[in-house]
């Protein structure tokens, strides 16, 4: 879908070097080392990356590699492949910059442009795609919570001697509860971006600390990743009600978060 949309788009737009010189755009347009703060750029990454090494959706299905060469290849192309699927979006953004520079809601952006500026034939299955990859997102993350909910804390915490059909349910429940609490989520927030940084940001602080110590640390024990997880979802959550999401001295919420709980 982002193979067709892409090259039409940005080709209507007069071609990459219009978007890079067209004069009703800003300077730093262009720029790869631009970053306007936290929410952009390479500032943004850097907050974010984190939690796609410590996924636990990713994890999980790690260990479910034939082999360690697999688990190898598979997350190496997987990282190549999201990388240049990241482009796409970017490049769509660029040109609807300069076919629609009207537009004032972000959410509006990619399906006016793919509506009005592709045919329907070609917007259908850039859309399409588009939904897919939301659809393959939701069941990766519906599976990391029915998954760690069940098995890691039910099974292991609340009812040890729990049949599997009772875990089952359990799952069961859990995804059903998930999924109404996401919907919610998406109607409450202003924008994908939004929810995907509160999901990043909280991933990022609770378990990048205690993953790697736990690969890296032989010292490392149990009780001090728990704090760890506590310190830095209690510092994110204060600083991002007190501040409303500012921070403090430039260094965001997320940003302080990571070295609270790094320091527990």
Known sequence: GFAIAVPATVGEAGGLASLLTDPRLPESFGSLLHSSGPGSGWTL??????????????????????????????VGWNAVALMVFAFGP????????????????????LPQLLTRHLSPWFGAIALAAIFSTEVDTCDAVLF????????????????????????????RGTALVSALAGVGLAVALGSVVSALT??????????????????????????????????????????????????????????????GRAHV
Do not use: W
């Open 144 to 171: 990391m919570l029915t998954t760690s909910l069940s098995q890691d804390l039910y099974r292991r915490f609340v009812n040890p001697g729990a049949s599997d059909a009772r875990v089952l349910g359990v799952a």
């Open 45 to 74: 990454l850097l907050l974010v990356g984190p939690a796609f090494i410590v996924s636990p959706g990713l994890i999980q299905k790690s260990y479910g590699a034939a082999s360690a060469r697999a688990l190898k290849l598979g």
């Open 198 to 259: 509160i999901f990043y940001t909280l991933l990022g602080v609770s378990l990048f600390v205690p993953i790697l110590a736990g690969l890296f640390l032989p010292t490392a024990k149990a009780h001090a990743a728990m704090a760890s997880i506590a310190a830095g979802v209690a510092t994110v959550v204060v600083l991002q009600v007190a501040t409303e999401g500012r921070g403090i001295a430039g260094l965001t919420p997320a940003l302080l978060g990571q070295i």
């Open 90 to 109: 970017v490049l769509l953004g660029m040109a609807a910059r300069v076919l629609e520079p009207g537009i004032t809601d972000p959410n509006a952006v």
